[in-house]
């Protein structure tokens, strides 16, 4: 059980608490409700590079990290197609340097042309170390592309393309600020060992002066659903044939989110897997087989991927394959099977919040989902699981109509 | 109104309570080492076995260790894995080059039962065909994907050099490698480094004493009973190692010396003068070539450690066309650290934000293990690290100079682009 208490200020900042008598540390962490879905097609990559910038100096603070290290603490950051999270943790004695420099940014940002320029020229490096430099490393921008029309997960967080990034200008990063980050579009978790009065007390001090905003509405088009089934091969020189069968799945909000992870797990969830046995331990037509969720807000994915055998073809592949799935959509898993991959699960979450970071990122993440309170239930409701959930839901989910292929050929280099 | 442009007071780190997990003797040369300060329901349990990449012939280390798993006479590898899976049980295997371990992640409740079945499958592993057959093509497939990536290539190419006097040290693994393996030598080589090669065992769990019989007996039959050897002095081939790849957008960058461990009287200094350097976010390297030139998504340092010696390394890998550019910076950061005073404010920064790691990585039992046992390798005790406190608040940039001025000499270093 981990215990919190909340409050919101009046500029709209929702503020968790959580208490941990145990650590030396203090983690700050603040969640903006802005990710790669909420950007304009033309300007993708947008969220991401802006992360950059956020370390780029305040509107009273020149530098961010420097007064951070010196305090003993460090920060990092990441976005995701949902969200952009930040997070320092430094000795807890020194929680105000943290406090400072996160209300400063967000304040507002010094917005220096030179930070622009050099952290463009960071996120191509990063996209080409991260996905052109890499065998298979381009897989996700072909991928979205052909399971996502018209909702904006079609890009990834990267961006669609270099172009886009080196095109954007000063004005496109104010806009963005302006629009996205304020109080009432974040989430600041603080955990450590101090009192719930004191902590209220110091983040009423740093941010009650932040001006309020509203809300940016967020309105996406919806994903239409998928009628037909979708393939595409690309060529590749890569050591060897890849595959990613991608299905579409419920939002994150829907309960049937959880049965869809147990059933990733049961389909290609390590070596006690379906897929791992049938394919790949005994008719030995994949070097690796892995089923996972994207784990999205919205509509997410969930994929089966892995490299086919040498002298193995992709027809042979697909037809063991759904000749497994299947199995899975007309006969009932048996209590020890589900049992298995619900121990993996308990086990999994116990190792998860053994870190207080990750506690905090959590909290916040369930705030945004609606309620904090959900970092406390999300194991009954995988425990409640039974059976008929699973082939309910697995015959929505696991049907070629719902399913885009993405075929990596591996050709001579 | 506050007072934003004015930073808050710092309060510097004093002390850090370090605490010694216990240790039990499995043999004369075995430990068992147990933390049992843990808050949860967590178990970790680690056995390190004498079975690195550098001990036997060429590969049987690596297949052995891919193995260990893969059923007995009993139980195939799928019985093994589904029982482990149903307690809830994580396993993982890595392997270096001089060691490799086991490790175990569990709740309490089927600590024991979990263990029993991992120690059984290591100890009866019976190396049948198939699944030896099966290890070589999975294994095969994976070494040529990674091949491709140039940060591997490069982190190879800098380890044939790095160690350059040592055929175990400097070996790597080829494609014909994958072809065929003896199964008797890797039954031997199973015999002499799993069945008797534990190094030590490690716990992070909060068992009782009596649990802890259970688990110390558990291990004694595969504590090893004579002492292992590692190399001692590494002596590099110097100089500059390209490897071409025409078809790469980024260069991978590897460049590095032979040094030390924590045994060497300049170690702790050396570790405060590679953070500036380049082994924190803020550091030189990362100033210059991320942050002022943006040549990278990021560059690095490090000292990794070895049993008895130990070495400097750098990380990149930059565009293409700025790989000569991002070794003339790094060059000329090296020379920086010689010759220029380091600014007061930057001196105390590093320190003051060494000291917050330090505390960082100290935080918890598993944590505190970790730190425990980085130095129980060098023969030291945890308290090592209030020596490492001290060292911190008291060295000065004339000590810097001078260490930079010792181990920064260009001409010395090992120097591997891929790209």
Known sequence: ?413 | MIQRNIAPKIISLDKINFIEPKTFQLSDYSNCFWMKEVLDETVRIELQFDAGTTKGEKTLSQFVSSLLLSGTNLKKSNQIQEELDSLGAYTNIEIGLEVSIVSLFCLRKNAKEALNILVDAIQQVSFHESEVQDMLREKKQKFLINNEKVSVSARKEFQKHLFANSEVYSRQTEEKDFEFVSIEKLKAFHQKHYLNGLNKAVIVANFSDSEMIFFINSFKSMAKKEASSYETVIQNKAGRFHINKPNAVQTAIRMGIPLFNKTHPDFIDFQILETIFGDYFGSRLMSNIREDKGYTYGIGCGLPELRNTGYFVIVTEVGKDVSEATLKEIKFEMERLKNEPIPNEELELVKNYLLGQLLKSADGANAMMDLFLSTEMHGKKIFYYNEVIQHIKNINSKRINELATTYFDWDSFTICTVG
């Open chain 1, 1 to 413: 059980m981990i215990q919190f208490e909340r409050f919101t200020l009046e500029n709209g900042l929702k503020v968790i608490f959580h208490k941990d008598i145990t650590t030396p540390l203090v983690v700050v962490n603040t969640l903006f409700d802005v990710g790669a879905r909420d950007e304009d097609e033309l300007k993708t990559g947008f969220a991401h590079l802006f992360e950059h910038l956020m370390f780029g100096g305040s509107v009273n603070i020149p530098d961010f990290d420097a007064p951070l290290q010196k305090a003993g603490g460090e920060s990092n950051a990441f976005t995701s197609n949902d969200i952009t999270n930040y997070y320092d943790v430094l000795p807890a004695q020194n929680i105000e340097t943290a406090l400072w420099l996160e209300s400063d940014r967000m304040l507002s940002l010094a917005f220096t042309q030179k930070s622009l320029d050099t952290q463009k020229n960071v996120v191509i490096e990063e996209f080409k170390q991260r996905y052109l430099n890499q065998p298979y490393g381009d897989v996700w921008l072909k991928l979205r592309p052909l399971a996502y029309k018209v909702h904006p997960y079609r890009w990834a967080t990267i961006g669609k393309e270099i172009k886009h990034i080196e095109n954007a200008v000063m004005s496109d990063v104010k806009d963005f600020f302006h629009t996205f980050y304020s109080p009432s579009n974040a989430i600041l978790c603080i955990a450590g060992n101090f009192e719930f009065e004191e902590i209220k007390k110091l983040v009423h001090k740093w941010y009650s002066e932040i001006p309020s905003k509203i809300k940016p509405p967020r309105i996406l088009p919806l994903e239409p659903e998928q009628k037909k089934f979708r393939e595409k091969t690309i060529e590749r020189k890569v050591p060897s044939d890849a595959f990613y069968y991608a299905f579409k799945m419920p939002e994150r909000k829907s309960p049937d989110y959880y049965v869809v992870d147990i059933l990733s797990d049961a389909l290609g969830g390590g070596r006690s897997s379906r897929l791992y046995n049938s394919l790949q331990k005994d008719k030995k037509i994949v070097t690796e087989i892995n089923a996972y969720i994207t784990g999205s807000l919205d509509n997410g994915l969930l994929i089966i991927s892995g490299n086919l055998s040498p002298k193995a073809s992709f027809e042979e592949l697909d037809e063991c394959l759904w000749k497994e799935i299947d199995r899975i959509n007309q006969n009932e898993m048996l209590e020890k099977e589900l049992n298995r991959l619900k121990n993996k699960i308990r086990t999994a979450k116990e190792f998860q919040e053994q870190a207080v970071l990750s506690r905090a990122m959590n909290l916040c993440f369930y705030e945004l989902l609606g309620d904090a309170e959900g970092i406390n239930i999300e194991q009954s409701i995988y425990e409640n699981i039974n059976p008929k959930h699973l082939i309910e839901v697995s015959n929505k989910i696991l049907k070629k109509e719902n399913c885009s292929l993405l075929k990596v050929k591996a050709v001579q280099s």
